[in-house]
């Protein structure tokens, strides 16, 4: 079983509008969270990382954690076609150590 | 992200051998080869954390890795595979701020 799910595996929003992709762990020992985001030809790059329960915001990015759920979540909004990308939800049991990636969320915003 | 450089950036082989090299500009402590096949996400083959090395049990033995020195990071590879073809990553991070990976823009093997 993959220990980090994400979901919708592709979402398409206008541009504008908000996007929202989940990620659930099946792991109670993930501490660390991490989104990055993947444009086609690059590496992956991080977005925002969240360790504490709550919304942590960055500018139109807005990630919200829940520890005893094992939720979280991405929210992105006034969307930019520069959005379009491949997201991953990421997650560590340690400061040091393997990062765990789910299956990605591919999006689309359209003009 | 031009701090972290792969080389090559591009690779067709037979069954042959070949390196790939990486070189960090960022002062980090730890390093990584992560492979990426289409589509899927990154999966980690090793990890080297102040020169001590942690593999991935899974990766074939015919991918060695090296670290000559803390900035520099080598992936050698003897008789590729098809099953081989993906993007390979060299990623690192520092200690302390979360250690967020920071990634290089990948060596892409096709193997033939």
């Known amino acids: 079983q993959q220990k980090v799910q994400q979901s919708p595996e592709s979402l398409s929003v206008p541009e504008g509008g908000m996007a929202s992709l989940n990620c659930t762990s099946s792991?109670?020992?993930?501490?660390y969270f991490w989104w990055y985001r993947q444009h086609s030809g690059e590496g992956p790059k991080a977005l925002m990382s969240i360790f504490s329960d709550g919304d942590k915001k960055e500018g139109r990015f807005t990630a919200h954690l829940n520890k005893a759920s094992l939720h979280v979540s991405l929210h992105i909004r006034d969307s930019q076609p520069s959005d379009s990308a491949l997201y991953f939800c990421?997650?560590?049991?340690?400061?040091?150590?393997?990062?765990?990636f789910g299956r990605g969320t591919r999006l689309q915003v359209y003009a | 992200n031009t701090k972290i450089t792969q080389s090559p950036r591009y690779l067709i082989l037979g069954r042959a051998n070949k390196s790939l090299e990486c070189e960090q500009h960022l002062g980090h402590n730890a390093m990584y080869w992560y492979k990426q096949s289409a589509e899927k996400p990154p999966e980690l083959m090793f990890l080297?954390?102040?020169?001590?090395?942690?593999r991935n049990e899974t990766v074939p033995s015919r991918f060695i890795p090296e670290c000559p020195d803390s900035s520099k990071l080598l992936l050698h590879i003897s008789a590729v595979d098809p099953e081989d073809s993906a993007v390979y990553f060299c990623?690192?991070?520092?200690?302390?701020?979360?250690?967020?990976?920071?990634f290089g823009e990948g060596s892409r093997l096709i193997v033939v």
């Open positions: 080297y954390n102040l020169k001590q090395l942690i």
């Open positions: 792991d109670r020992n993930f501490q």
């Open positions: 990421a997650a560590r049991v340690q400061v040091v150590g393997q990062l765990t």
């Open positions: 990623a690192s991070s520092p200690r302390g701020s979360g250690n967020t990976l920071y």
